[in-house]
């Protein structure tokens, strides 16, 4: 059975190449396009990791990653931030929410993939 990663991020571009770099390594991917549609999504099909962006119209990454962290399921699935932002502030922020750790844009495909075989096998 394939893992389900959440890929939310208002970018379609990211959203793709996100999507395409995880699906050619076997796993499924459900994107939305900010953090209500990433929580709806969420809440409609458990998923093994939610890969979020920050900065996002309607609710931000933090503020995702706090009410999924508030969802008993997703108390303890691994979110990882992949965004632009890399500063110290913004990262111990992500990690006082609850983030399992930070992937900073533009991503290395490669990479990506290491981490979520690293988080989620």
Known sequence: MAKTVLTVDDSPSIRQMVSFTLKSAGYEVIEAADGMDGLDKAKAKAVNLVLTDQNMPRMDGISLIKSLRATPQYKSTPILMLTTESSDSMKSQGRAAGATG??????????????????IG
């Open 102 to 119: 930070w992937l900073v844009k533009p991503f290395d495909p490669q990479k990506l993939i290491e981490v979520v075989k690293k988080v």
